[in-house]
């Protein structure tokens, strides 16, 4: 078990494509010959996802991490027993799934905070199903960082040779804009910095989106790169942070693909979503940063509109796992 990492993979939520994309993902030969990915989540629906893609899997159960067997053509299965087939309808939201999408999830933080795992990997829940279930927190990373402790921390998506962190993620956009501010942004460089170093990159260049058009050009079509984002750029900078900008947002991006910058700052969710999705929608993973353990993850929803049809591409869920198991040995991305 020393010579490649051990993943803790989420089933993601019930009703989702999480199920199905997780076994499709164990298909692929470099996932069993990179790592000894472990699921967590539901023996019997992971039993329904088997009849329906077709798959001829044998599963092993495991309450420990020396159960683990990697051998070809088994599933190793931490079953929580936590939901019944009945109560789940394919592609529709209900509080059960969330519930048991977010037991999935804490378990796989026990193991990796106990040194169980090297690192987890999730597939995708679904927020209103969440709340639902009484879970306030918005996504992944609020729930992770609330059961850890963490207070700063920050989602970095990445497909290819592109990398962008954001400064906030959901929030509306009016809401976001608040959150431009000077100490917050500071703060955000200088945990990009730190993950790179961690990784192996001791001197990553960091460019940083501006908020506004054209960058603001000079204040005449807003101020916030004058008030705000300048200023925490010259303090990371004091701080021997490789940070560079503010630049427009419509040319930063393909500036750092050909390779100019190691990573983008983005203001917003949307700012930052977009461009890696038009450059690399099917291979992009999100990372996350401050976490105690290494976390990546599918970068897509649960895609209700396809759940149960097995057609769901398991690229994203294809390129995490590579990506953590990659973390895990060379803690280079």
Known sequence: MKNKPVLAITMGDPAGIGPEIVLKALKNEEVSQISYPVVIGDQR?????????????KLNSVKRITDIRGESGTIDLFDLQNIQPSEV????????CGKASVEYILKACEMALAGKV???????INKEATTL?????????????????TREYATMLVSKDLRVVHLTTHYSLKRAL???????IL???VLIHQSFV?????????????LNPHGGEGGILGDEEIREIMPAIEDARAQNIDARGPFPADTVFNRAINGEFTVVLAMYHDQGHIAIKVYGFEK?????????????SVDHGTAFDIAGKGTASAESMIEAIKVAARLSRSKRL
């Open 284 to 296: 992009s993973v999100s990372v996350a940063l401050g976490l105690p353990f290494i976390r990546t």
């Open 45 to 57: 629906i992971i039993e329904a996802n088997l009849k329906t893609l077709d798959f001829s899997y």
């Open 187 to 189: 703060k955000r460089l």
């Open 89 to 96: 309808t394919i592609g529709r939201i209900c509080k059960t």
């Open 133 to 149: 279930a009484g879970f306030g927190e918005l996504g992944h990373m609020e729930i992770l960082a609330k059961y850890t402790g």
């Open 198 to 210: 961690q990784w192996g990159i001791k001197e990553p260049s960091i460019a940083v989106a501006a």
């Open 178 to 184: 608040d959150y431009v501010k000077r100490d917050l």
């Open 118 to 124: 090297d690192a987890v990997v999730t597939a995708p």
